[in-house]
């Protein structure tokens, strides 16, 4: 019998997976791997648009969603962290965001699929379909000297994110997870956009809010704290809320202590593998990051935990058998800020 995200949350932490970035450079792809035949005419380069690759190297997606499968995670993201019109511009292509959402699914079902045929279906697999923050911010002005300026508004942020959500939906998807939240004003209009898809469409899917501490300051880029995070969104029914990127396991620590001492609903918690080196590089290796994790694990300050940039299914791996061994916090009966 099939149990819902949140049966299973009651019952263990949920393990969710590791960078997709990190799992495509892998693969050293050139232009006309993401071009594939369909756009080997676009005017525009296309090398770096991630999302591309679930219309033109699906084969590659998948497989790094089965990888994460195997490794443990009980929860993969769709490729699709900026498949929304307003990012997709860059590469002039706003207008496969509905499609190329639709098809990301696909490729994490397909790998879902696989995995079941390989290994059965006595461990469920769900989908998550991730919503990332657009390259824009609705809250600060990108001109120093015009602060009043916005490159962007929460209705234009609307529009685009519902047709993000929409594709998501038809996909298939078991979630939405809005994450990497540097700009609160750009979530709510992803909550927005979600709640009123589900409405209209008369469904209703669990919702995962995720935020970025950006430094030391421990605050998002937008200037909130962890707490004032949280009760900024305290308006939406969340399943989960917690803090990825940015920040390696033992630096965001204290935040997402934070939302475990002050939020109702589940917390998550997925960090970098550690810090960046000086060429950019993650050299936590999936040992080191897993004792990090265990810290949290033994504070049952999470529900579920994963990682974010320079993660593998290595680390994923050494992180869900370590959860394995913990029960996961009991979230709040109600919310401690009133």
């Not at 589900?198 to 209703?204: A, L, S």
């Not at 990127?245 to 934070?258: F, T």
Request: charged content about 20%.
């Amino acid at each position: 019998m099939q149990k819902s995200i949140q049966e299973i949350a009651k019952e263990k932490i949920l393990v969710l997976d590791g960078a997709m970035g990190t799992m495509i450079q892998r693969h050293t792809l050139e232009e006309a791997d993401f071009r594939g035949e369909r756009f080997k005419n676009h005017t525009s380069l296309v090398k770096g648009n991630n999302d591309l690759l679930c219309l033109t190297r699906p084969d590659i997606i998948e497989d790094i969603h089965f990888q994460y499968f195997e490794a443990g995670a009980d929860i993969v993201e769709t490729n699709t962290f900026n498949a929304q019109l307003i990012s997709l511009a860059d590469y002039d292509m706003s207008e496969l965001a509905y499609e190329i959402n639709v098809e990301a699914v696909h490729c994490a079902a397909k790998a879902r699929e696989r995995y079941y045929a390989k290994y059965g279906r006595d461990k469920q697999k769900f989908i998550a379909g991730a919503i990332g923050p657009t390259n824009k911010t609705a809250s600060l002005s990108p001109d120093v000297n015009d602060p009043g300026f916005r490159g962007i508004t929460f209705d234009e942020l609307v529009i685009a994110y519902k047709e993000q959500a929409a594709g998501l939906l038809e996909g298939g998807v078991d979630a939405f997870l809005v994450e990497t939240i540097f700009d609160t004003l750009n979530a709510k209009a992803a909550f927005f956009a979600i709640q009123e898809l589900m409405d209209e469409k008369n469904v209703q899917l669990p919702i995962m809010a995720s935020g970025t501490i950006t430094d030391a300051s421990g605050r998002t880029l937008s200037g909130q704290t962890a707490s004032a995070f949280n009760i900024s969104l305290s308006h939406v029914p969340l399943l989960s809320i917690g803090f990825n990127c940015a920040l390696g396991a033992s630096q965001l620590k204290p935040y997402v202590q934070i939302l475990s001492d002050e939020s109702p609903c589940l917390v998550s918690a997925y960090p970098n593998a550690g810090l960046p080196n000086a060429m950019g590089h993650y050299d936590q290796s999936p040992e080191e990051m897993a004792e990090l994790i265990k810290e949290y694990l033994e504070r049952s300050v999470v529900n579920i935990v994963g990682g974010c940039c320079g993660t593998t299914p290595d680390h994923i791996k050494a992180i869900a058998n370590v959860a394995k061994t913990y029960s996961p916090r009991i979230a709040l009966a109600s919310t401690t800020l009133a």
